[in-house]
């Protein structure tokens, strides 16, 4: 979560929302990587984790995702984590929680949802201080420019 937190770093340093991603296999080697890329490419679907997920689909050569984790800055948001209940990802793992966005226990959790045809194990709250540090510390800046 360390280096996700530094990969954070650098995407809010170009104007992105400092939102990192990873997913990693059953033994611990990263299979996709990304961060956000919403304003830099102009695209709605350029959230970290959904960037991950594709990098790591094309990697694995299979959309199922069942031994693998994902590894977040951020609670995702209901696009990514419907996106994570569609690729049956097996654990999510994000650092700072959403309560306005989160989609894994914030507004509202799709991990358990009677709805889902998949159940996915979340763990919050890792490295959770300096994630929502990160965060806010650049919405601040933001907001005052």
Same mark, same amino acid.
């Given at each position: 979560?360390?280096? !996700? !937190?530094?990969?954070?770093?650098?995407?809010?340093?170009?104007?992105?929302?400092?939102?990192?991603?990873? &997913?990693?296999?059953?033994?611990?080697?990263?299979?996709?990587?990304?961060?956000?890329?919403?304003?830099?490419?102009?695209?709605?679907?350029?959230?970290?984790?959904?960037?991950?997920?594709?990098?790591?689909?094309?990697?694995?050569?299979?959309?199922?995702?069942?031994?693998? %984790?994902?590894? &977040? %800055?951020?609670? $995702?948001?209901?696009?990514?984590?419907?996106?994570?209940?569609?690729?049956?990802?097996?654990?999510?793992?994000?650092?700072?929680?959403? $309560?306005?966005?989160?989609?894994?226990?914030?507004?509202?959790?799709?991990? %358990?949802?009677?709805?889902?045809?998949?159940?996915? %194990?979340?763990?919050?709250?890792? !490295?959770?201080?300096?994630?929502?540090?990160?965060?806010?510390?650049?919405?601040?800046?933001?907001?005052?420019?």
């Amino acid at each position: 979560m360390a280096r !996700l !937190l530094r990969l954070a770093e650098r995407a809010g340093a170009s104007g992105e929302i400092p939102v990192a991603a990873a &997913v990693l296999d059953g033994q611990g080697r990263c299979l996709g990587w990304g961060s956000n890329r919403r304003h830099r490419l102009a695209d709605p679907l350029g959230h970290a984790e959904i960037v991950a997920l594709g990098q790591a689909a094309r990697c694995l050569g299979d959309w199922r995702f069942n031994d693998c %984790t994902l590894l &977040v %800055t951020l609670e $995702p948001c209901p696009m990514c984590a419907g996106a994570l209940v569609q690729a049956r990802m097996g654990t999510v793992v994000f650092a700072a929680g959403d $309560p306005k966005r989160g989609a894994l226990g914030g507004c509202l959790n799709l991990a %358990t949802d009677p709805s889902a045809h998949h159940h996915m %194990t979340v763990v919050d709250g890792v !490295l959770e201080r300096q994630a929502s540090a990160q965060l806010e510390a650049w919405f601040r800046n933001r907001r005052q420019r």
